[in-house]
């Protein structure tokens, strides 16, 4: 029998791909990257550039089916393309018991998870047990009965010196970067108001679309994504990135504590409702699947991807909304709006048809703030916001001041993820996080499973 046939019933396929040397001239590279159950394109994405200190061989572990396909077909797109293609390698795993048959291989050092939600507190567990270090597309948790699995993978990480970290995009987009330069300079924003429940003082929404378009094709997804049960609902999925950004912005490199800095106030979920034409259209099947069928009323699929919170964060009142809808207009794509709330002025992200659909940020005058004074103390925070982000400037309006971002900045959300994975990649050759990150990642997963949990109860 031929060696591949061998392979191949053993569950193992090797894919020829085009790629390079695994080794760079100066040896081996130290981290080996396994992808575990890539049932997310975000999985794809973090292969889409290559990097000097991962070798080019990546493992793959997933049961069989259509998840595991569509992304080797994501990652081999990558390593055809005209323009500075990549060179990945996959040596692939697919059966029932991939996760123990990683465990038993350890065959890389790094384990990327990014698919199905429902499993990852159980899943992460182990690994870390393991020794393994983790790089988990949010959300790690979906359910408030996880979160205590999450509290012991991170107190074993710590215990046996690995790294369990979040994909957190996010941090890399412009707008909110300088939003939380800006509400660093206290000349210019003042401090962050208390607000209220009525009129927070940090204000954050996203909404995203089942139905778009990624590297410049239709965007398949698998069944999973649309069962809040494997998924995850709103609040609970991209409303991480949200979460985290109020934490990152409002209390930058400070550690949080769940326990005691974060109160629920108001919660509540509905539902996105997805026609069987609209269902096909983003996976391709021509009926809902019997696990989707509780969910299905009228002829049409109701998935609770939206929600909206109000919260208390060491005093601070914020309200975090997320919400799916079926397709964004034309021209449009995901949108974000962001509202910082100071003594002095309001920092605010738009991005509508105003703004051709890309995110501005404006400063606009708090009421009573003198406009000469404003003015003034305008420049050196400018000059100072300059050192760390060359040819950022201001543009007067009518009554407020966009922020001009040259376009070096604009790198767009798929090349964020090669942001992140760096950062990730300095934390992993430390073998340190910073002191606020671990602290930050549990108050941000036990803020999302709790508004989860007062949603529910809400009428």
């Known amino acids: 029998m031929k060696t591949s046939s061998l392979l191949r019933l053993l569950g193992l396929l090797v894919l020829p791909m085009t790629f390079a040397r695994a080794q760079s001239p100066a040896g081996p590279a130290p981290f080996r990257l396994v992808m575990l159950d890539p049932g997310h394109f975000h999985a794809a994405l973090l292969q889409k550039s290559m990097y000097p200190n991962i070798d080019a061989t990546v493992r793959v572990y997933a049961p069989p089916g259509d998840d595991v396909q569509e992304h080797l077909k994501r990652v081999n797109a990558s390593n055809s393309r005209p323009e500075n293609p990549t060179q990945w390698k996959a040596i692939v795993y697919t ?6 048959r990683m465990l ?10 990014s698919g199905n939600n429902r499993d990852k507190p159980a899943r992460i567990l182990p690994i870390i047990e393991a020794g393994l270090d983790v790089f988990a597309d949010k959300p790690m948790v979906i359910e408030p009965e996880g979160f205590p699995a999450l509290e012991r993978a991170f107190a074993t990480a710590q215990a046996k010196g690995a790294v369990l970290y979040d994909i957190m995009t996010e941090r890399s987009e412009i707008t909110n970067a300088l939003q939380r330069e800006f509400a660093r300079q206290p000349g210019v924003f003042g401090r962050l108001v208390e607000g209220t429940p009525e009129n927070p003082a940090v204000v954050m929404e996203s909404v995203h679309y089942y139905y778009k378009t990624v590297s410049g094709s239709p965007l398949k997804r698998p069944a999973w994504f649309f069962d809040v049960a494997e998924a995850g609902e709103g609040l609970s999925d991209v409303g991480t990135h949200l979460f985290d950004l109020v934490q990152w912005e409002c209390f930058p490199d400070q550690a949080l504590d769940h326990t005691r800095d974060i109160q629920i106030l108001s919660a509540r979920h509905w539902p996105t409702i ?9 996976t391709g099947l021509d009926s ?4 989707l069928r509780a969910s299905v009323k009228d002829g049409a699929l109701h998935v609770y991807g939206n929600g909206e919170v109000t919260y208390r964060l060491k005093g601070i009142h914020a309200t975090v909304t997320a919400r799916w809808d079926y397709e964004a207009a ?17 920092l605010v992200i738009r991005q509508g048809a105003a703004e051709g659909y890309k995110p501005t940020l404006y400063l606009e005058a708090a009421p009573g703030t003198d406009p000469l004074t404003f003015r003034r103390a305008l420049l050196p925070a400018l000059l ?12 007067p309006l009518e009554s407020s001041w966009q922020i001009v971002i040259p376009a ?5 959300h798929e090349a964020h993820f090669a942001e992140v994975t760096k950062r990730f990649l300095s934390y992993l050759t430390t073998r340190r996080l910073p002191a606020w990150e671990v602290p930050n990642m549990l108050a941000k997963y036990y803020t999302t499973t709790k508004a989860i949990e007062f949603a529910r109860r809400s009428p």
Do not use: S, W
Request: proline share 6%; glycine share 12%.
């Open 408 to 412: 070096q900045y604009d790198i767009g």
């Open 104 to 113: 038993q291989e350890k065959a890389g050092n790094v384990v990327v998870m």
């Open 288 to 291: 809902f699947p019997a696990a």
């Open 384 to 395: 100072d916001i300059q050192q760390k982000y060359p040819g950022v400037d201001v543009k």
């Open 274 to 282: 997805l026609t069987a034409a609209q269902f096909k259209a983003t």
């Open 330 to 346: 034309p021209g449009a794509g995901d949108t974000h709006y962001a509202m910082l709330r100071g003594t002095k002025c309001n």
């Open 95 to 100: 059966g029932p018991d991939f996760l123990a």
